[in-house]
C-alpha cells in the first residue's frame, strides 16, 4: 500500500523540528555545564564568608556549645575576646548560659589598665546562632568613650567659665547700687564693664571655636599676604601691648604667601601675640618672624616670659587650659585662644608647634603649606620691536622710519 506524499512530509518536518529541539537543548545544556565548571572553580559561599569575618574591623567569634571557637578572625584577639584561641573567661560563661538558655549578653572587655596603644574601651556582644552556637561580636568603643568624656568636661568648663563673669557682675551691680560715693560707683561700673567684655569674648570664641571644629569647609583659598596678616594681627594687640607695658618688635617685610583665610589666620596670630603678652613681665619684649622653610611658611612669635613647664606643654592647646589660672583670669583671658589656633593651622592643612622652657620664655610658631610654584608662561610676551602687553593691553613699539 503506498504511503501519501503528505504523510511522508509531515514526518520530514517532524523529524527537522526534533532535531532542532535536541540541537538547543544540548546547547543549553552545554552552557550550564560550563557556567557550572566556573562557579566550582571559585570560592564557595563558605570561604566567602570566612573571608568577610577575617576582614571585619569587629572582632568576630563563633563558640560552641562545649565552650571551644570555632571559628575567629585577629581582630577578635586583639580586643581579648578570644585569648590563646580559647575564649575570654567572661565570654565563655556568658556563652554557656546563652547557649543553654538563649537571649544576648553585653560584657565590658575594657582592659584594667588604660593604655595609649592599646583600645581602652571594648564591648563584645553575644547573640545565639541555634544548635547551641554563640556569635561573639567585639568592638573598639575607645574613641566614644573618649568624645563623651571631652563632651562633659567642655560642658562642665563651658558652665563653669560663663558662670564666673556673670556672678561677678551681678554682685559688682549690687554693690554700684549701694554705693554712695561717685568713686566707688566708677570703680564697680569699670569693673562690671571688664566682666562683661570678657563674657563677650568668651561667647565670640566658643561660636568660632564651634565653627572650627564642626568642620565647616573653608571659604575658597585665596592667596594671602603674609605681611598683612602680621602687620593687622598686630594693630589689634597693640593696644594690650601698650597697656601690658610690653613691646612688640617685627621683622622686616618677607613677601611671602600661602593660601587661605585672611580673618581666620590675623586671628589666630593675634591670639598667639594675646597669650606671649599675657604671660610676658611689663617691660619684656615679644617678638614676631616670618620665613619661608623648605614647603613651609612659619610666623613665629617668642616671648620673654615665665614660660611652660614640660608637663604643661602638650595640654596647652586644650580648651580652658590655663598654666596659671590667675593670671589668665586678671587679664581677661578665656582659655580659648590657643585652640582656635590649633584648629585654624589645622583647616589649613598645617599645625601649630611650641617650644618653651620655664623662666626663658615660648615660642609658638604657626606652620603654614606654602603655594605651589607657579608653572612657566608657555606663551612668553616678545621684546624688541614686535608687539607685546602692558598692564593686559597689547601696545605697538615706535619703530624707525627712512626719510620719504
Known sequence: ?????????LAVVLAAL????????????????KRAAVVAAGPTVAELLARIVRRSHAGLAVINRFGDVVLSNDRAEVLGAVVDARPDGRVAAAAGRIAE??????????????????PQSVIARLGPLGDGFVVVEASDTSAAVRLEAVRRDFVANVGHELKTPVGAMAVLAE???????????????????????????????????????????????????VDDVVREAVARVRVSAEAAGTDLTLDAPQGLEVAGSSTLLVTALANLLEN???????????????RAVADRIEISVTDRGIGIAPEHQERVFERFFR?????SRATGGTGLGLAIV???????GGEVVLWSEPGVGSTFTLRLPAPPPEPPDPDPPAVGNENHHRNGLPVLEPTTRGDR
Do not use: C
Open 1 to 9: 500500500m503506498a504511503v501519501p506524499a503528505y504523510v511522508t512530509v
Open 18 to 33: 526534533g532535531g532542532v529541539v535536541v540541537g538547543v537543548a544540548g546547547v543549553r545544556w552545554k552552557a550550564r555545564s
Open 101 to 118: 538558655h538563649g537571649g544576648t549578653a553585653e560584657i565590658d572587655l575594657s582592659p584594667p589598665v588604660a593604655s595609649r596603644r592599646a
Open 175 to 225: 554693690a554700684a547700687l549701694d554705693a554712695d560715693d561717685p568713686a566707688e560707683v566708677t570703680r564697680f561700673t569699670s569693673k562690671i564693664l571688664h566682666e562683661s567684655r570678657r563674657l563677650g569674648s568668651l561667647v565670640t570664641e566658643l561660636i568660632e571655636l564651634s565653627r572650627l571644629q564642626g568642620g565647616d569647609p573653608l571659604p575658597e583659598l585665596d592667596p594671602v599676604e
Open 276 to 290: 606671649a603678652i599675657a604671660y610676658s613681665s611689663p617691660g619684656s619684649t615679644v617678638s614676631v618672624r616670618r
Open 323 to 327: 598654666v596659671d589660672p590667675a593670671r
Open 342 to 348: 590649633k584648629h585654624v593651622a589645622a583647616n589649613h
